[in-house]
Nanobody, 127 residues
Framework: QVQLVESGGGLVQAGGSLRLSCEAS????????MGWFRQAPGKEREFVAG????????YYHDSVKGRFAISRDNAKKTVYLQMNNLKAEDTAGYFC????????????????????WGQGAQVTVSS
C-alpha cells in the first residue's frame, strides 16, 4: 500500500518562502511521476506542479512559474515543492499525488491521472 505524507506547511508573511516535502512509503517511488495540487476553501483542486519519474521534466501552473520549484530525491522517496515570493492567493491546502502509470507521460493538470494522494499540508500566507 502506497502512502504519501506531506510536511513543511505553515504560516508565512507575503514575500516569504516555504518548502513542502512529500515522503512516500510502499510501491516503487522512482518509477512514477509526482504532482502537487492545492485547494482553497470553496474552490476546486488546482494543479500546481509536476515532475517526471526521472526528474527530466517539470511542469508548472502559470500562476507559480518563476516562484515555485518542484524537485525529487528518488533515493529518499521524497518530492519537494520550494515556494518563494509567496502571495496571499497561494493560501490553500497542498496535496502531493502519485501518477497512476509507471514511467507514464505526465500531462499538467488533470487530477484523474493520479491514484494516490497525501493528506495535505496547510499553507497560509498573510498579507
Amino acid at each position: 500500500q502506497v502512502q504519501l505524507v506531506e510536511s513543511g506547511g505553515g504560516l508565512v508573511q507575503a514575500g516569504g518562502s516555504l518548502r513542502l516535502s512529500c515522503e512516500a512509503s510502499g510501491g516503487t517511488f522512482s518509477r512514477y511521476g509526482m504532482g502537487w495540487f492545492r485547494q482553497a476553501p470553496g474552490k476546486e483542486r488546482e494543479f500546481v506542479a509536476g515532475i517526471m519519474w526521472n526528474g527530466a521534466r517539470t511542469y508548472y501552473h502559470d500562476s507559480v512559474k518563476g516562484r515555485f520549484a518542484i524537485s525529487r530525491d528518488n533515493a529518499k522517496k521524497t518530492v519537494y515543492l520550494q515556494m518563494n515570493n509567496l502571495k496571499a492567493e497561494d493560501t490553500a491546502g497542498y496535496f502531493c499525488a502519485r501518477h497512476s502509470t509507471p514511467y507514464g507521460v505526465l500531462v499538467p493538470g488533470y487530477p484523474e491521472q493520479y491514484d494516490y494522494w497525501g493528506q495535505g499540508a496547510q499553507v497560509t500566507v498573510s498579507s
